[in-house]
């Protein structure tokens, strides 16, 4: 654009200013529960310029209504009544892949713009989602999606965009921090749980935070983001927390280690490696910081080094925070920074350090039998540690060894797992150093 | 803006993304030191789309000129002959008011677009600046401004604008950072300054970073943007880190604190207080993490909570990331979301808890005549410290005490200042909670 151009399109864009604020945008929410409400009663009580809440699509929406909203916000049923309505945005906190994508596709479709919060929505589809967007002239904005409150898709987009970045590292789960937080604290794993529940961290089938599927499906948004890369979310393999116990935050602890739910991810030379999953942090970093349900995420950039975000990932309030800064960005013309990705399969894997927690019934040759299978399989080890004060009918210790592949680790690991000895299978995890 | 005007909009956009791609914005680097080479090198390596170097301006620039730039850039002396040329941006990375304020004038009056760094620029003139760039149909944009690589200005706007930030603090100088991280450490601030000098982390006249001017003028950016109240820079009174000495260190550490340089500002009801200086800081506190020249910024919203930034605050490659992710904001025709700011006073104080170390010559009555003084100021002692081994003759000691205003603990050591114990001015300093 020459100089006369970007004169013109801002003398455009200040008229548009100008009539936005005689009429604002449309705003309709789908889904008013934490979140929803949330947003409501910031659009209520900080009136950002320029939008306006008109509709509220939810079942059974009459025990849904509240008083303090404008009366001309239409309370509704019907789904498809409020999306041929005249509504500029659809705000989609419904969740989950059916029907809100329909929904989403529909009043994209029909060139109203969409800000959700629904990560597993745009892991799998928000490529197609936003070409669709762009082909009929609406916009498709999804900062709440990933870390709730905290900027790092606006940051990653209009702040990073110039960077490189090569490595990223996130706790992207508020209940698996939740959890692991406490249980260093001292806490087991099921009364933690029980208490993630009636706080309501967590669900009642908690699969989706503990398995590690949520974090995989913002981990996959974030590497389109950072690393430029769009991968199936499904060849993210997660590895469940439940596994942790007691006796693994105190061998961490001797290791100068805490454990937390870490999703991570690099691309290099083309390379893509991605994983979720519990591992051991060192006490020193950043990451063993993060406590309680904050989110965390480490992005590495070619240029600019580490750049760290924190804060509070989930709640109706941080993430309903996302969701009104994407609808002002909407309202004053902020047009997103789209930078290029390309398709990648997720071929590489990560070579780092392991920790091995094993429980046998002691008897002789057991250390020796391990440590002869993880030789033969050239992986060397780092330490060998053995806690007094556990009963040998259920003798916890812990191998951790020098940088390998999962893959060969998993190899050996396998053999190991056919000794009598072994009262369940060992507990491998990734250390970050 | 109803449905279809929103997608004749795009429409528009998306024309102009065509004709950028087939004419990219030109720019002009102002100022080839440090950052202005590494924003040079990354728009050789990395090829952002819609960009084009085509001018360097630079005070003898013939010793700048670099053989892996196009062969197109216009190497020059001329500051007036570039500004009058074609280019598009005006990169301005000369810093200080004059001459980069006149540069940035006369870009914005001809319409063009300006990215600056420049943070003393933009605390003092950044209001009038934006003003003229609106008028002209240009864009001022200055992510670099604050904490260079850290997005925190486009996290701010875009991320946060649908919060209420009620209050901040943050570790904005990477220079006070490394020395006061490296004192804690052990070293003497002689010998870290020498460092950071020999390091280019400081100036030969250190004063603007150690005497916490360069701080202020970022935490009055930052005021604007996330307490949006318009501050005169010259309001907030900055406190040298220079009286810091190993001993306030020592006894530090023995109050569970570190001492870090914290610049900090909120908003209540209108009022507004905002402050720059060597403050304790509690060890298990972000701030404390913060090592080396790493910058930090914790914004406290209404509905959102904490949300902490990190990293690399100053250095060429991180700021120069800055500077491309805004020129490539730019070129996207990413539009600011500009949040209303009203101009303010800076007239309420932080009500905190103060640190004041003593340097006496001991004899018999000190301790009782400096807690009567502070109790005739109704100043309420919360702890006494004396550690063994310091020499009668140069004792240092602490008192701490509860929240109180700065302003009335100044007057209780006005005087006490006047004892004649006393081998040097009590050192003072606000303790984070």
Chains 1, 2 share one sequence.
């Not at 009429?23 to 934490?34: M, S, Y």
């Not at 025990?63 to 945005?89: I, M, P, T």
């Not at 406590?291 to 509070?312: A, C, W």
Request: charged share 25%; with cysteine; proline share 4%.
């Amino acid at each position: 654009m020459g100089q006369r151009e970007i004169a013109r399109a801002v003398q455009k864009d200040d008229s548009a200013h100008t009539t936005r604020i005689g009429k604002p945008l449309r705003v309709a929410l789908f889904g008013f529960g934490t979140v929803g409400s949330s947003v409501a009663r910031i659009l209520v009580e900080s009136r950002p310029e320029g939008l306006e809440l008109t509709h509220v699509f939810n079942r059974g929406v009459a025990r849904k209504k509240v008083d303090w909203a404008s009366k001309n916000v239409v309370w509704s049923e019907d789904a498809g009544g409020v999306l041929s309505s005249d509504v500029d945005v659809v705000v989609e906190l419904a969740g989950g892949l059916e029907p809100a994508g329909s929904w989403v596709r529909r009043a994209l479709e029909s060139g109203k713009s969409v800000v959700t919060a629904n990560k597993k929505l745009i892991a799998f589809h928000g490529v197609e989602l936003e070409r669709l967007a762009a082909a009929k002239g609406g916009h498709l904005k999804y900062g709440a999606a990933v870390a709730g409150g905290i900027p790092v898709i606006p940051g990653l987009e209009q702040g990073l965009a110039g960077d490189r970045i090569e490595r990223m590292q996130g706790i992207l789960n508020g209940t698996c921090n939740f959890i692991l937080s406490r249980m260093e604290a001292g806490a087991e794993y099921a009364t933690v749980l029980a208490a993630a529940q009636a706080k309501g961290y967590a669900e009642a089938d908690p699969t989706e935070d503990v398995g590690g599927f949520d974090a995989r499906a913002k981990l996959a948004i974030l590497m389109r983001l950072a690393l430029r890369v769009v991968v199936d979310p499904e060849e993210i393999i997660p590895q469940s927390i439940t596994s942790v116990t007691a006796v693994d935050f105190s061998y961490a602890r001797d290791l100068g280690c805490t454990i937390r739910q870490v999703a991570r991810a690099e691309e290099r030379e083309g390379n893509v490696a991605a994983t979720v999953g519990p591992m051991l942090v060192d006490l020193r970093s950043p990451l063993a910081w993060s406590r309680n349900t904050e989110n965390m995420v480490i992005l590495t950039g070619k240029y600019g080094g580490d750049v760290v975000f924190s804060g509070h990932g989930a709640g109706g309030h941080p993430t309903a925070v996302a969701v009104v800064s994407d609808l002002i960005a909407l309202a004053h013309g902020s047009r997103r920074v789209e930078v290029p990705s390309v398709p990648a399969k997720i071929g590489a894997e990560f070579e780092v350090p392991h920790y091995i927690r094993f429980l046998v019934v002691d008897r002789p040759g057991i250390v020796a039998e391990i440590t002869g299978t993880l030789a033969r399989e050239r992986i060397n080890i780092r330490a060998i540690v053995q806690k007094a004060g556990y009963p040998a009918h259920a003798l916890p210790f812990v191998v951790t060894v020098e940088p390998c592949k999962s893959s060969t680790l998993k190899r050996a690991l396998t053999s190991i797992g056919k000794m009598d000895c072994l009262l369940e299978e060992p507990l491998n995890l990734q250390m970050l150093e």
